[in-house]
């Protein structure tokens, strides 16, 4: 599909922040969504928060509330399912229509629609998949069982032995490193997120640009924003 045709960046904000900005308002929706209702976030997180809202449909390029966004704040059980599956539905049409089963899809196919129809790419997609699973499931809508994350196989990110690793010596003790097989009892493996994220980290001792430190440092926390919801 040619870029002039692909939809807007779905979202990719932690699906948690945004639920947990819009219960704020289950007394009454402002007139307008600007920085000053933003708290504390980071910059980042709030382009994200704001970007997806407007993705949603849940406000105006401006700011402005839409009536799908005063209907959500406001209701409650299954009313609130029904208005979000619409809104979700709305948001993603290549994903619920067009023949693609969202109850059966892969993580592989999901990608690659996502890829496909909209501008997403690297790891963006990734969490735009968390996402819409977790939105999803939050709407009532039936979750393909193969989205779910796996731990990766014991030994399968081992680093191998090459002629260009020097030999160590003999009389060297070497710290065991930690197991990331299934009998592994680190409950954060189950994360492929997380896992990911690690995978990422240059190995110790070596430079580590400021910017590309600064930034995993913002991955690391929308990502931990995603996996623990704050209480």
Avoid at 78 to 88: A, F, G, S, T, Y
Wanted: glycine fraction near 6%.
């Amino acid at each position: 599909m040619d870029n002039e045709q692909k939809a807007s960046l779905p979202p990719y904000v932690p699906y948690r922040t945004l639920t947990n900005f819009l219960e704020r308002f289950k007394q009454g929706v402002p007139a307008r969504i600007d920085v000053g209702l933003l708290g504390s976030m980071s910059g980042g997180m709030r382009s994200q928060l704001m970007t997806s809202m407007k993705v949603l449909k849940l406000i105006s390029d401006a700011g402005v509330p839409t009536d799908d966004m005063k209907k959500l704040c406001a209701a409650e059980g299954k009313q609130r399912e029904e208005i979000l599956q619409d809104v979700i539905t709305r948001c993603y049409p290549y994903l619920f229509g067009n023949g693609f089963d969202f109850s059966t899809a892969t993580l592989p196919l999901l990608r690659e629609a996502l890829e496909e129809h909209t501008n997403a790419s690297g790891e963006t997609v990734t969490r735009c998949i968390a996402f819409i699973k977790e939105a999803a499931a939050d709407a009532g809508i039936p979750v393909s069982p193969f989205l779910k994350d796996h731990k990766p196989r014991a030994g399968s990110t081992r680093q191998r032995k090459t002629d260009k690793e020097p030999d160590r010596p003999k009389d060297s003790q070497e710290m065991p490193r930690p197991s990331v097989g299934t009998n592994s009892n680190i409950p954060a493996q189950d994360s492929l997120l997380l896992w990911g994220l690690f995978q990422r980290l240059p190995q110790p001792g070596k430079p580590w640009a400021k910017q590309e430190r600064e930034k995993w440092i913002q991955t690391w926390n929308n990502v931990l924003a995603l996996e623990y919801p704050e209480q």
